[in-house]
């Protein structure tokens, strides 16, 4: 089928037109697949400015309406991209959490005597030899106040 061709089907079918705003909307930021991180940042610091603006009291009705219809567009692209360049991969083990906690804590492997037990037995749930019991788990779950399934994750 020509161009031309396709014009005129097209040309017949009535559908009303986009208020300008979601023209202006739709040529600022097109609706298409994400190819570069660049992209990605324009399109990002476009629905900041958009987010903010529809928590703006003073934006009218119908211009919320249509940055919330454009946002419910224009995101899928943005998950897409994000979903390829940074796939969610498996989260921390309970292991690596403990170690985190300790650094950001500035705790010592001596200060789970209550929730592990002994330096030992710490050293070997760090170095991996040992596994994080669901004891464990509550007890430092209860102590950093973090759901204890991340101190059961494997």
Not at 73 to 79: A, G, M, R, V
Not at 85 to 96: D, H, T
Not at 107 to 128: H, K, M, R, W
Request: no cysteine; charged share 25%.
């Amino acid at each position: 089928m020509t161009d031309v061709m396709l014009k005129k089907q097209i040309s017949k079918i009535h559908i009303k037109e986009p208020d300008p705003f979601f023209l202006f909307l739709i040529k600022k930021g097109p609706l298409r697949p994400i190819k570069n991180k660049e992209s990605h940042a324009q399109y990002l610091a476009l629905v900041k400015v958009l987010m903010r603006a529809l928590s703006d009291e003073q934006t009218n009705k119908a211009d919320n309406e249509t940055m919330r219809r454009y946002l419910s567009l224009l995101t899928p692209f943005i998950e897409n991209f994000e979903a390829k360049k940074w796939p969610a991969g498996k989260g921390p083990s309970g292991r690596e959490m403990l170690a985190y906690l300790i650094e950001q804590h500035d705790l010592g492997q001596n200060d789970f005597q209550e929730e592990i037990g002994t330096q030992p037995y710490v050293s070997a749930i760090l170095a991996g030899k040992k596994n994080i019991t669901e004891k464990h788990a509550v007890n430092l779950s209860n102590r950093f106040g973090i759901n204890v399934n991340v101190f059961l994750a494997k």
